[in-house]
């Protein structure tokens, strides 16, 4: 018997996800599909919700060796969107090196649109292989928020960067409105961690993380993110420096330390303490307008925290985007 339903014409781990303002400025979904082993679920919006939330999920809780993911988005001019996850996204071990899982994510943000991506960090299990590719097209007066972080692995089963090869590449490029044949390349972030032993290594890929349990970047680009971007610099620029020695004697530092501190110098001073305790290393940069911060930390809950409070104490992010859009980085 001959179905009389069209043939589907979206291939198996296939997404997209279109997101328009609707006539009262609310953002809502103009479409969202999806194909196993990818799924997208959108909750009901709410009065208070600042953008259309997305949840990023895979069938079975993770991907499986060899699974194939290619999500599209794109953000209509002046709607918000975020996307988050609902924990680590988990990759599962590769029958060989050759079976590669992957994930590819194409995004198009219009005039005066915003798109949030602060998923839960990528879990590489041991002898997985994985290949994740973003890129981001956004136009004048868009905005991106976009975090990107990856873990050792099981530490309860003893893994600990014990993967085959994970590589993470982030594009983010500029699309004039008029000319879309145009685009400017602002940053090509990559990352390849190679587990697999060779001759030429020194170290292994363990050993070449110094204790890390998570690495990590954030990219912010266009001005909702603008305050962002310029709290993570100066904070950047008021760390201690290498080889910087405290003059001061045990006397004057105690009465400073002592003196009154405004709540945002109390929430500075034990941020520092914190990073030193829990060995956050991190950097910040401008690079062509976009801000580029790189982190790690030698706990998963550490540079969670970290960065959560990083972005919760500025504000933006929840301000435009609303709470929701930060419930991974709590």
């Given at each position: ?263 945002f110098e109390r929430w500075r001073a034990t941020r520092l303490r914190q ?56």
């Open positions: 018997m001959t179905s009389p339903f069209p043939k589907s014409s979206s291939l198996p781990g296939e997404g997209r996800v279109v997101v328009k303002l609707m006539p009262n400025h609310v953002s809502a979904l103009e479409s969202i599909t999806y194909q196993y082993p990818l799924k997208l679920i959108s909750p009901s919006p709410t009065a208070e919700q600042g953008s259309v939330l997305v949840f990023l999920l895979s069938y079975g809780g993770g991907l499986v060796g060899g699974d194939q993911v290619n999500l599209f988005i794109e953000v209509k001019p002046k709607a918000r969107l975020s996307v988050v996850t609902q924990g680590h996204t988990k990759v599962f071990q590769s029958i060989t090196p050759d079976v590669v899982t992957r994930q590819k994510m194409q995004v198009e943000v219009r005039p005066g649109a915003a798109l949030c991506l602060l998923p839960d960090p990528v879990q590489p299990f041991e002898a997985s292989v994985y290949e994740q590719t973003q890129i981001f097209k956004v136009t004048s007066g868009a905005s991106l928020c976009l975090l990107d972080w990856v873990t050792q692995g099981r530490t309860a089963r003893g893994e600990n960067w014990s993967l085959t090869r994970w590589v993470g590449r982030n594009e983010v490029w500029a699309v004039p409105e008029s000319e879309p044949s145009k685009s400017r390349l602002l940053v090509r972030d990559t990352v390849i961690l190679d587990g697999a032993p060779g001759p030429t290594r020194s170290q292994t890929l363990r050993q070449s993380m110094h204790g890390n349990a998570i690495v990590g970047t954030l990219i912010l680009r266009g001005p909702m993110t603008r305050r962002t971007g310029d709290f993570f610099l100066s904070e950047f620029a008021a760390l201690p420096r290498l080889g910087a020695r405290d003059f001061r004697t045990a006397e004057t530092r105690e009465k400073e330390e002592a003196a009154p501190q405004t709540p990073e030193k305790e829990t060995n956050i290393l991190w950097s910040a940069a401008n690079v062509r307008g976009c801000i580029v911060v790189k982190f790690g930390a030698t706990t998963v809950e550490a540079g969670r925290n970290w960065i959560g409070s990083m972005l919760l104490q500025e504000g933006s992010i929840e301000r435009h985007f609303g709470e929701q859009s930060l419930m991974c980085v709590r």
